[in-house]
């Protein structure tokens, strides 16, 4: 089975060695043609308007769009979760191109510029398998966060919220104490963080599992041909 990773910009080398130390096939994705091979895909951290237009440029939107609506499964890590989300609020003026498909809204620099950026150890019940840790260190970088959910999405983690990371709130988050920094909906996976710059790669195996389990659906038959 082969992962890709959109390789236009940002942390896209440290996914691959993450997925690699995995003993996965990984591919640097710069192409439409180039996805169709794939069985799952890591939109990484980096700038997400840079990446935008890259994508743009290079017109991967229409196959992004259909490797997500055939339910391939994604993960987007910080600048590649504002990709996915279906609405991001506090980008630049004139907007940028979003993937979407991810019901949910992103603030796209809720913990503040690149000085705010942090790291902290997130509870993650979701990782902890055969009684292992519940939790997880978490780098923040310039980090976007989750405002807003749909109820079919399910959310892995959540970070306590500190005044001075959480800089610029919209007005009525200001009375939150917590914020949604990872999530889970059918095949999109996204994290508000990079766990591809920590050696911990219980993150990447969570994510194989969705592509292989994404695999074995595909290959088993379909119901109609069973009773066919
Ligand atoms: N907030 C950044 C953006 O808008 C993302 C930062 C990151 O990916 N580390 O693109």
Redesign the pocket.
């Known amino acids: 089975m082969a992962v890709g990773v959109l390789a236009l910009q ?2 896209f080398n440290e996914h691959i060695a993450c997925l690699r130390k995995l003993g996965v096939d990984a591919v640097e994705i710069r192409k439409p043609e180039q996805l169709a091979e794939l069985s799952g895909l890591i939109i ?8 935008a237009k890259l994508a743009e440029k290079n017109n991967l939107f229409p196959a992004l769009r259909k490797f997500g609506s055939s339910g391939k499964p994604i993960w987007g ?4 979760l ?1 990709f996915l989300a279906a609405k991001a609020v506090g ?1 630049k003026e004139g907007g940028q191109e979003l993937l979407g498909g991810l019901d949910c809204t992103v603030h ?2 809720f913990f503040g510029s690149q000085i705010n950026s942090f790291e902290m150890e997130l509870s993650v019940p979701s990782l902890a398998s055969d009684g292992g840790a519940q939790t997880c260190r978490a780098v923040f ?4 966060a989750i405002i807003d959910v749909g109820s079919s999405v399910e959310v892995l983690a959540e970070c306590p919220l500190a005044p001075k990371q959480a800089v610029d709130l919209p007005e009525q988050d200001r009375s939150k104490d917590k914020v949604i920094v990872a999530v889970k909906q059918n095949n999109m996976l996204a994290t508000a963080f ?1 766990p591809e710059l920590t050696s911990d790669l219980r993150w990447h195996q969570y994510f194989l599992k969705m592509v292989s389990d994404g695999d074995k659906e595909a290959q088993a038959p379909k119901t109609e041909a069973v009773l066919a």
């Open positions: 940002g942390s990484p951290g980096g700038e997400s308007t840079t990446m890590t910080c600048a590649g504002i980008v796209r620099n970088i310039r980090a976007p990079h």
